[in-house]
């Protein structure tokens, strides 16, 4: 499988290139569809970062324009000549078409436009899409798509890796519903984690674990051990991590996870690092480390520490987050308690700076701050630190 290295890689390359699968994109959007019938009808969707003819978004949204009910569909593409992607050439698709400019080809960027039925037929689908050249490049940022951002009313595409927090702060300046792809640790971003605790974003329903698979261009480098080429020749690679964020709502987050009693979970835990023994508490924060999802108790009403991956069961209505440990954005992420009420790590030494009631030290490590580590005590009284970082929950008493 390929592994994170990968969305790494084409991050420091600004390689983005990576084509979503349209059985990916159906099965996500289906999920909203079931949750509610409507909540695409009469609306403009915008796919910023996709030309149809790579693009599996524009094609599912073109295929399905009317049982959609939807009333505008734009499409962009960025200009080949910004892209990494040596081996480009302008296709068939563009040089047939009256439209064609060489001199905009490798400059411009592409608009396509999805509202009436061009070759009356008695349907609107994909070949009515209608396309022409931007003015610019097609960057997401430019004013150009900005306007076409401002007349949407939802944005869905798999966005640069390389640009993944400009790109939610893009959609967020606009207030708009949105459903894109990324890794799953950019929830710890210091610019998305925020959005997290307010509710104003969450994880998709349709992928929880394993890994996807993406068309990358026929120069990408198959490093990964996951990887194919088809027999058409287009290059595939598989990314462990994916995960679609969002702002529109679906039945799963709203389905409470099922949870044990702390003392079934010692007893009959599936993880050894969990059975026959009791919940470690943190050192210098208050509250209990829980490292697996399906070991948190229904018995605990205080804060805990859980994985990140917590997010793909998350209901609202059953807990809150209280904030993250390691992530730089400590305002938006308050504590229970005053840190001075227990004993804080330095990260230089990693000895105690304070105790109980004691006075804190201004540099001590502070749960929520920089890259710091967050501490819980071991069987013998022993400071372990945790790798990973955790999200700070507590359940919602009734």
């Known amino acids: 499988m390929a592994g994170n290295s990968n969305l790494g890689a084409a991050k420091n ?42 693009s599996n978004f524009t094609k599912f949204f073109a295929q399905n324009f009317e049982e959609f009910g939807l009333k505008k569909l734009i499409s ?41 039925d061009v070759n009356n037929n008695g349907t609107i689908d994909y070949d009515d899409l209608e396309w022409n050249y931007l003015e610019g490049d097609g960057d997401f940022r430019s004013d150009e798509v900005k306007k076409l951002r401002d007349e949407a009313d939802i944005i869905i595409t ?17 207030n708009k519903k949105f459903c894109i792809i990324g ?29 996807r698979e993406f068309m990358v261009p ?18 595939y690679i598989r990314v462990k991590g994916v995960r679609w964020f969002t702002n529109i709502d679906h039945g799963r987050r709203h389905q409470p996870l099922k949870l044990m009693t702390m003392e079934d979970n010692i007893k009959f835990s599936k993880h050894k690092e969990i059975k026959g023994k009791e919940y470690q508490h943190y050192d210098n924060y208050d509250a209990i480390e829980v490292p697996f999802t399906d070991a948190i108790p229904c018995d605990y009403e205080e804060a805990m520490g859980v994985p990140i991956s917590f997010m793909d069961k998350y209901c609202p209505e059953q807990f809150e987050i209280l904030g993250l440990t390691q992530i730089g954005c400590h305002d938006s992420c308050p504590d229970i308690k005053r840190y001075n009420d227990y004993s804080e790590m330095l990260t230089s030494t990693n000895e105690a700076t ?9 540099n001590a490590v502070l749960p929520g701050v920089g890259n710091k580590k967050t501490y819980y005590l071991g069987p013998n009284g022993e400071k372990v630190h945790s790798e990973y970082k955790r999200l700070l929950i507590r359940k919602i008493k009734l």
């Open 13 to 54: 390359a600004k390689n983005d290139e990576f084509y979503t699968q349209y059985a990916d994109i159906q099965k996500e959007v289906n999920a909203y569809l079931e949750y509610n019938p409507d909540v695409f009808r009469g609306k403009t969707i915008l796919l910023p970062c996709d030309d149809p003819e790579w």
């Open 76 to 116: 962009t593409s960025f200009a080949p000549e910004s892209k990494t992607i040596k081996s480009w050439q302008p296709t068939l698709f563009e040089t047939e078409n009256p439209n064609y400019d060489k001199d905009k080809s490798k400059t411009n960027g592409k608009i396509f436009i999805l509202e009436r």
């Open 158 to 174: 798999n966005p640069p890796f390389s640009l993944f927090r400009e790109f939610v702060a893009w959609i967020m300046e606009a």
């Open 183 to 211: 890794n799953m640790n950019a929830i710890t971003y210091k610019e998305v984690f925020p959005l997290i605790m307010k509710n104003k974003l969450w994880f998709g329903q349709s992928i929880n674990s394993g890994d």
């Open 218 to 235: 026929n120069d990408y480098p198959l490093q990964a051990s996951g990887w194919r080429i088809d027999d058409s020749g287009n290059h």
């Open 354 to 362: 304070g105790s109980s009631g004691g006075k804190t030290n201004e």
